[in-house]
C-alpha cells in the first residue's frame, strides 16, 4: 500500500512536469529562448538561482525525467565551468542516489523474489566486482544514465558504494557537457558533444578499472608460485589423487583426450561410495526391504513371515555386491583406458610436484602440469567421553566389523538423523535390530521440508525405530558390564543401553597428511576452490566431498568433468562449476528424492513460488502395489510454468525425479512434462499426473466459461 502511495505520488509529479509543459524548458532550443531570463536571475539572486538549479536537476533526475543533459549544458553557460560542474555533480549524484533507492524500495523485492535463483549468479558477481561495472557505465555515456540507477537499484550493490562510484564516474562526463555549455551559442545539437573519439577514450578509461583489477589478479595468481621453482618439463599433463568418483572421472576424461595422466589411490579403488557408502547401503537396503515385505506379505495375499537368516550371510551377500560392481572402477579398468594407476599414498610436494609412497614401500616422485585432488571425506566421531573404551562404528567400518555377526546387533543406537543415519538405521531395525536413533535436531532429514521428515519418520517408526529427537549425545560409559550412551534432553541425563553403536552424525573433508599444509592451500571445513574448482593454486583443483558443497557420488562425478578440461584446456577456455540443477535421493522408505528449491528454502530464501501437489495414494500403480504413500510436490513460479524444485516422495522417488532433472536442466515446463505419453501403469505417470494439477489450476478461467457456453449452444 505504501508503495502504490509512493508510485502514485511519482506518477503525479512526473504528469504534471509534462501538463506543465516544463519539458519544453529541458530542450536545447527552449534552453537557448530562455538563457537571457535565467541569465537575468542569475545576476540578480546568484544563490537562490544555483539553489533553485540544484533542487530542480536533483528532482529530474530522481525522477528519471527526460533533460538531466539539457541541464548539465545550462549549468556550463549560466555558472560557468568550475561551479556549473560542481552544482551538476553532486545534484547528479544526489538525484541518481534518489532514482536508484526508489527503484531499490519498490522493485528488488519482487523482482529478486520471481527470479532469485537466476540472479543468483548476478548477484554474486555485483556484490564482487559491482563498484567496477558502475564505473565502467557511468564513464561511457552510452548507456542511459536514468537506466543504470534504476536497475542498479535492483541488485544487492550498497547505496554508498553507487553514490561514491557515481560521482567519481559520471564527473569525466559532466566536465564535458558543463563546458559544451560554456559555449552554448556556437552549439547546434547534444549529440555534437560526444566526438566518437571522446566516446571511445571515455569507454577505454571506463574499462580501465575492470582490466586493472583482471591484471591485478593475474598478478597475484603468478605470485603465489613465486617460493617455488617450476619445472622445465612435466612427467605428466595431469596427476590426479584418490580414486573415489571424482578421481576416477577425471582421470577418465584426461585420457579420453589422449592426455598423460596418473591416478592415485592410498587405499581402495572406488572410493568410499563403492566401499563404504552407495553401494553396500544399497545392498543392505535391499535385504532389508525383502525381510519387510515378508514381514508384511498379507498386503499381497500372502502369508506373513518373520524371515529367518544369517545376518553373516547378509553381509557376505554386500560383499559379494561389491566384488562385483569393483570391475568399474578397477586398475584394469582404467589402465585399460589410457590412465596410469599407482597405488600408494601421494602428498603434494610443490605446486607441481607430487610423491607418492607406494604400497611396496618405495617413493616415486611425479610432476604435472596440474593437479587434481579428489581425496574424499571421512565419518566425522565427535569426540565424547568414553567412546574408545566402549567402541563404535562408522559407515567406514560397519560392513567389515558387522560382517563376522551371525544375527544382527540387538541393540543398535544410530547417533545421527541425517541421509545416512535414517537409511542405515531403517534397515537395521527391518533385519530385526532394536534400534534406537538419536538426534540433536528437533527433527530427522533437517535440509528435506518438514512434512517430508515426518513421513519418514512415521515410517521408521513403523518398522520399530525409536525415534529420538532433541538429544545431545554427551558420553559413552559401561556400568557393570553393559554399554550406554548418556544423554541430555530437556536438561535431564538420560541413559540409552546399547551393544553397537554406529556413529553417522557427518562427513568432515580430508584436509591433512597429504600437504596442503606444505603448500599454504586455504581451507574452510573443505578445501578452499573458486568457481574454476582451483585452489589457492590455480593449476591445482579439488572435486567431490574435499571440496563440497555437496557430499554424493554424482556432484564428485559432475564437478570432475570441470576441473579436468579447465585442468587441461583452461588456457582456451575455463567453465565455471555449474550448481543449479543438483537432484539427490535418500534412499529411506519411502525414498526421498529432491532437485532445487524445498518449500522451506523458498519461504527462507524470500523466493515466490506455487506449489502443486500429486498424492500417490491415487496412482493406478501405486495402489495395484499397495504402496500408496507419498507425494510428487512441485514448486513453480507463480503465473508461470517454470519449475523452482521438487520433491517426491514415496516408492522409486529417485528414478522418478529424473524426468524433472531433465526438464529442469533444459528448461521445460510442466506443459512439456504433460504433453509426454507415460506408459501405463507406471510409477512415472505420477510426474505427469502432477503436472496435469499443475495445468488445471492455471486453466484459463473466462475461456473456459466460453467454453461451456459454446458447448450448451451446440447441444441447442
Ligand atoms: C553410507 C554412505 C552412503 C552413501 N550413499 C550415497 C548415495 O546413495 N548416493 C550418493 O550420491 N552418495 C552417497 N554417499 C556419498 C558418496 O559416497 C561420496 O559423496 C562420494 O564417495 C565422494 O566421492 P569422492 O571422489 O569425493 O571421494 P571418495 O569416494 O571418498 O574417494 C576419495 C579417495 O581418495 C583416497 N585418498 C585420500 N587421500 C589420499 C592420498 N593422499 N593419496 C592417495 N589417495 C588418497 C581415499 O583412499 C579414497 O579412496 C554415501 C556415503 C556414505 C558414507
Given amino acids: 500500500m505504501k508503495k ?9 509529479v512526473a504528469g504534471a512536469f509534462f501538463m506543465l509543459d516544463l519539458h519544453h ?13 535565467f541569465e537575468q536571475w542569475r545576476s540578480q539572486f546568484p544563490l537562490i538561482t544555483a539553489g533553485a538549479f540544484f533542487t530542480l536537476y536533483v528532482v529530474v533526475t530522481a525522477l528519471s525525467l527526460p533533460g538531466a543533459a539539457v541541464m548539465t549544458v545550462a549549468a556550463g553557460a549560466l555558472f560557468g565551468l568550475l561551479q556549473g560542474t560542481v552544482l551538476v555533480s553532486f545534484a547528479s549524484t544526489i538525484g541518481a542516489t534518489l532514482a536508484f533507492l526508489v527503484s531499490r524500495y519498490l522493485l528488488r523485492d519482487s523482482v529478486q523474489q520471481r527470479f532469485g535463483s537466476r540472479l543468483a549468479a548476478i548477484n554474486r558477481g555485483i556484490e564482487r566486482d559491482g563498484a567496477f561495472y558502475l564505473f565502467t557505465l557511468r564513464l561511457v555515456p552510452a548507456f542511459p544514465f536514468f537506466l543504470i540507477n534504476l536497475l542498479m537499484g535492483l541488485t544487492p550493490i550498497k547505496a554508498w558504494t553507487f553514490y561514491w ?20 551559442a556556437q552549439l547546434e545539437s547534444l549529440s555534437g558533444i560526444l566526438s566518437p573519439d571522446l566516446l571511445i577514450s571515455f569507454a577505454l578509461l571506463g574499462l580501465f578499472p575492470l582490466l586493472a583489477k583482471k591484471v591485478t589478479g593475474l598478478i597475484q595468481r603468478r605470485r603465489v608460485y613465486a617460493r617455488w621453482k617450476k619445472p622445465a618439463r612435466f612427467d605428466r599433463n595431469l596427476i590426479v589423487i584418490g580414486a573415489g568418483a571424482g578421481g576416477l572421472v577425471s582421470s577418465y576424461i584426461a585420457a579420453a583426450v589422449n592426455a598423460k595422466v596418473t591416478l592415485i589411490e592410498a587405499h581402495k579403488m572406488g572410493g568410499d ?26 498386503r499381497y495375499g500372502l502369508e506373513a513371515t518373520n524371515p529367518s537368516f544369517s545376518f553373516r550371510t547378509v553381509m557376505a551377500r554386500i560383499h559379494e555386491v561389491i566384488r562385483q560392481v569393483e570391475p568399474h572402477d578397477s586398475v584394469e579398468r582404467y589402465t585399460g583406458l589410457g590412465v596410469e594407476v599407482l597405488q600408494g599414498h601421494a602428498s603434494l610436494i610443490d605446486p607441481w610436484t607430487v610423491e607418492i609412497r607406494l604400497h611396496d614401500g618405495s617413493r616415486q616422485r611425479l610432476t604435472a602440469r596440474s593437479i587434481i585432488l579428489a581425496t ?13 573404551e566402549t567402541g563404535y562404528v562408522t559407515s567406514d567400518t560397519l560392513w567389515d566389523r558387522f560382517a563376522e555377526l551371525d544375527i544382527p546387533p540387538k541393540r543398535l543406537i544410530v ?48 518398522d520399530g525405530v525409536k525415534v529420538l529427537t532433541g538429544h545431545a549425545a554427551l558420553r559413552t560409559e559401561w556400568r557393570e558390564g553393559r554399554k550406554f550412551l548418556i544423554c541430555e534432553h530437556q536438561e535431564q541425563e538420560t541413559a540409552l543401553e546399547f551393544d553397537e553403536l554406529l556413529i553417522a552424525v557427518g562427513r568432515q573433508p580430508r ?29 591445482i583443483y579439488a572435486v567431490g566431498d574435499v571440496a563440497g558443497p555437496y557430499q554424493f557420488t554424482h556432484t564428485a562425478a559432475h564437478q570432475a568433468w570441470y576441473a579436468a578440461v579447465n585442468a587441461l584446456f583452461g588456457q582456451f577456455k575455463r567453465f565455471r ?16 528424492a529432491r532437485v532445487g528449491l524445498s518449500e522451506q528454502e523458498a519461504i527462507d530464501q524470500g523466493v515466490a513460488y506455487e506449489v502443486t501437489r500429486y498424492n500417490l495414494d491415487d496412482l493406478d500403480r501405486a495402489i495395484t502395489e499397495s504402496e500408496r504413500t507419498g507425494f510428487v510436490k512441485v514448486l513453480t513460479a507463480p503465473g508461470k510454468d517454470r519449475i523452482l524444485g521438487v520433491c517426491i516422495a514415496g516408492s522409486h522417488a529417485g528414478e522418478l525425479l529424473a524426468e524433472f532433472v531433465l526438464a529442469m536442466k533444459h528448461g521445460l515446463g510442466l506443459n512439456k512434462v504433460l504433453g509426454t505419453i507415460h506408459t501405463y501403469p507406471t510409477w512415472a505417470e505420477a510426474n505427469k499426473y502432477a503436472a496435469g494439477e499443475w495445468k488445471k489450476a492455471h486453466a484459463p478461467e473466462a475461456a473456459m466459461k466460453w467454453l461451456q457456453r459454446y458447448h450448451a449452444w451446440r447441444r441447442g
Fill in 4 to 12: 502504490l502511495l509512493i508510485l502514485a505520488i511519482l506518477a503525479a
Fill in 25 to 37: 524548458w529541458l530542450t536545447l532550443e527552449g534552453l537557448k529562448s530562455g538563457l537571457g531570463q
Fill in 165 to 184: 562510484v557515481s560521482q567519481i564516474g559520471m564527473l569525466a562526463g559532466t566536465l564535458v557537457y558543463v563546458n559544451a555549455g560554456t559555449q552554448i
Fill in 273 to 298: 561410495c563403492l566401499n563404504y557408502g552407495c553401494v553396500p547401503s544399497k545392498a543392505l537396503i535391499k535385504s532389508a526391504r525383502v525381510a519387510h515385505q515378508m514381514k508384511h506379505a498379507e
Fill in 376 to 388: 574424499g571425506a571421512s565419518p566425522v566421531v565427535p569426540p565424547l567421553p568414553g567412546l574408545d
Fill in 415 to 462: 547417533l545421527g538423523g541425517g541421509p545416512i543415519g535414517c537409511e542405515l538405521a531403517q534397515s537395521f531395525a527391518r533385519l530385526g535390530s532394536n534400534v534406537t536413533q538419536v538426534q540433536r535436531g528437533t527433527r530427522l532429514l533437517p535440509r528435506e521440508d518438514e512434512e517430508v521428515a515426518q513421513l519418514v519418520q512415521a515410517s521408521m517408526q513403523a
Fill in 511 to 539: 584436509l591433512t597428511g597429504y600437504g596442503l599444509e606444505t603448500l599454504g592451500i586455504e581451507t574452510r571445513r573443505t578445501v578452499v576452490t573458486n568457481d574454476y574448482l582451483e585452489t589457492l593454486y590455480p593449476n
Fill in 577 to 592: 562449476a555449474d550448481y543449479r540443477v543438483i537432484p539427490w535421493t535418500t534412499f529411506t522408505d519411502p525414498e526421498v
